[in-house]
């Protein structure tokens, strides 16, 4: 367990007394900061470099720019200078929060380490997987990496972390602001027990304390004094803002533009949204920005700052990811959009000019709402107050809060009526493809109306009734039946009846009679309308004489419909040969 109750806190400016070669360096690293012109090391680096040689846990609570980057490579590269790695297997691991920030350490140790023998990969989102996986195979000596990343290729199987001998996690409290304290834990649970712990970091608030307490062991604990004033060299002045409307800053931020003498400037944005709205707006009143956040690609942000360093673009609108390891010495202003959520990355922010002994200027907008934010500032600048610009007539500048107002989440699109101002299919369109004019009936038509039948509709030249959306779907018609059989042939033959009624589709009844009909006859009686009991043996012989005058039969529905009252019968009736006499008045 660590113990951080008592850091050894060192002033920034303190004097030592020390140098790089008195600490034990190889010879090697000695002479690629000779070439650097770097003698001297500064209070963190002359106290942390000794105790991770002693292959001590180091805890050091320093800001950007104390030198901590050093002093953390120079003595992993000293040990990592004799031995080879493995293929896959990485002997030391340097964790960033941002992809320019790892960037940045690789640049670092690539200057310290030109005279070693040592593989170094950046392994960062926004690069291709294959020219990665290609120097893991190599085997890599300084593995520098995003959480991200390096969780993703270690589960790909990409990399073992068993060979690891030392972690070092740099803006550790960053990690903590970007939601990556889930990740550490993991890449701390995956490297070996026995592994040297280096942990740098800004500040210590409670989750990274607790951070230090579970993995690092007995650290030696080294705190850098604050610096509690910026550099001399930049001008910081405040513009008041009257409200924290959106296109007022904007319009307050151009205006500061166009009458200051900027070189080039960094325009600070809390969010990635605002990032991309300044920056296009830039662009249409005639300043060529461009943007850069966490949300694009790695290969737009390199080339970006590339263009930015180049002199390309004057103004680069950047949230707090460019806050921290971008070192463009030529920067002569700093506009802060936003004021900073961080008092700390105030600081990062503004020092990005007036770097090199050059003078710079920062400027930054205050609302009413940043009044807090604006106080913690002041406290940790150790000033009372900041110089303000005054903005003739900023109350006036035009708003866009107004026109939002009473809208829902999607400006009001989404209530509105649908009415024939807005397009369509078939809406309000004529027969003759005109449309109506927008004093015409709008009015719905009843679903119990709208279901008329469609002979009505036709009968109508012009039709009063509104058209349905759905555009009415035309089917073919159905096949025809086939023609019934000629009924006037005689069926004089069995065989001949058969033959005709074959492959027909007919009437099951009708086929029925029929086959019956055209059976030879026997003593077997017709199957008529009339009942047998009413057929008379005159019948009989009359009907089986003569074929020639029959006719097939018809259909039972059409024998209902069409059916003639059969005539009286004289002769036998169901009571015999002769009439009762109650039938005879």
């Known amino acids: 367990m660590s113990d951080t109750s008592k850091p050894e806190t060192i002033d920034a400016d303190a004097k030592v007394d020390i140098t790089f070669a008195e600490l034990g360096l190889d010879p090697k690293i000695l002479k690629a900061l000779d070439d650097l012109g770097y003698v001297v090391p500064t209070p963190i680096q002359a106290k942390a470099i000794p105790a991770a040689l002693q292959q001590r846990d180091v805890l050091g609570i320093a800001q950007t720019g104390t030198g901590k980057t050093g002093a953390f490579t120079l003595p992993t590269m000293h040990k990592l200078a004799k031995g080879r790695a493995r293929a896959r297997m990485p002997r030391c691991i340097i964790v960033c929060p941002t992809r320019e920030l790892a960037a940045q350490v690789a640049k670092d140790v690539e200057a310290y380490g030109k005279y070693l023998k040592l593989e170094m990969a950046l392994l960062i989102g926004g690069v291709s997987f294959a020219e990665q996986d290609r120097k893991l195979m190599k085997g890599v000596d300084i593995l520098i990496a995003t959480p991200g990343r390096l969780i993703d290729q270690f589960e790909r199987g990409k990399i ?31 490297t070996p027990f026995t592994r040297q712990v280096l942990f740098f970091s800004a500040t210590m608030p ?10 690092l062991h007995q650290p030696v604990s080294i705190q850098i004094a604050r610096k509690n004033m910026t550099a001399k060299t930049v001008a910081q002045r405040i ?57 694009l690609a790695q290969s737009l942000r390199t ?12 103004y680069l609108v950047a949230s707090d990811v460019a806050a921290r390891g971008l070192d463009v010495p030529t920067v002569s202003h700093v506009f802060n959009y936003d004021v900073p959520n961080h008092s700390e990355d105030y600081v990062h922010r503004i020092g990005r000019t007036g770097r090199a002994g050059r003078k710079g200027d920062a400027i930054m907008l205050v609302a009413r709402l940043d009044e807090r934010n604006y106080e913690e500032i ?39 009526r649908r009415d024939d101002s807005r397009g369509g299919r078939n809406r309000g369109q004529r027969d ?23 002979t009505k509709i036709e009968k109508d030249d012009k039709p009063t009734v509104k058209e349905p959306k759905k555009p009415i779907e035309r089917r073919r018609p159905a096949p025809r039946r086939k023609p019934a059989p000629s009924r006037e042939k005689p069926k004089s033959d069995t065989h001949e009846a058969d033959e005709k009624y074959s492959g027909e589709t007919v009437n099951k009844a009708e086929k ?5 009909k055209a059976a030879p006859k026997s003593s077997k009686k017709s199957n008529t309308v009339q009942s047998e009991q009413q057929k008379s043996r005159k019948e009989k012989s009359r009907h089986t004489s003569k074929p020639s005058d029959e006719k097939p039969p018809k259909s039972r529905s059409n024998d209902r419909s069409k059916t003639k009252p059969s005539p009286k019968i004289k002769g036998k009736t169901p009571f015999g040969d002769d009439v009762p006499d109650f039938l005879k008045f």
């Open 160 to 190: 073992l972390m068993t060979g690891v001998q030392t972690l070092i996690v740099d803006e550790a409290d960053r990690m903590l602001d970007m939601g990556f304290i889930p990740d550490i834990e993991k890449i701390f649970d995956m």
């Open 206 to 215: 409670n989750e990274i304390k607790r951070l230090v307490d579970q993995f």
């Open 239 to 295: 513009v008041r803002m009257p409200s924290s409307d959106a296109k007022q800053k904007r319009t307050a931020l151009r205006w500061i533009i166009d009458r200051e003498d900027v070189d080039n400037g960094i325009i600070f944005c809390n969010r990635k949204r605002d990032v991309d709205i300044v920056a296009k707006s830039l662009n249409v009143h005639g300043h060529d920005a461009a943007p850069i956040h966490g949300d």
């Open 303 to 314: 080339e970006t700052l590339n263009r930015f360093r180049n002199g390309e673009i004057k």
């Open 378 to 416: 002041l406290n940790l600048i150790n000033v009372k107050s900041i110089d303000e610009l005054v903005i003739p007539g900023i109350e006036d500048f035009p708003k866009d809060a107004g026109r939002r107002k009473g809208k829902g989440r999607d400006g009001g699109k989404g209530r509105r």
């Open 432 to 454: 003759d493809g005109s449309y109506h004019d927008g004093n015409a009936s709008t009015s719905k038509v009843s679903r119990k109306s709208g279901s008329a039948k469609k």
């Open 512 to 516: 029925t009679k029929a086959r019956r």
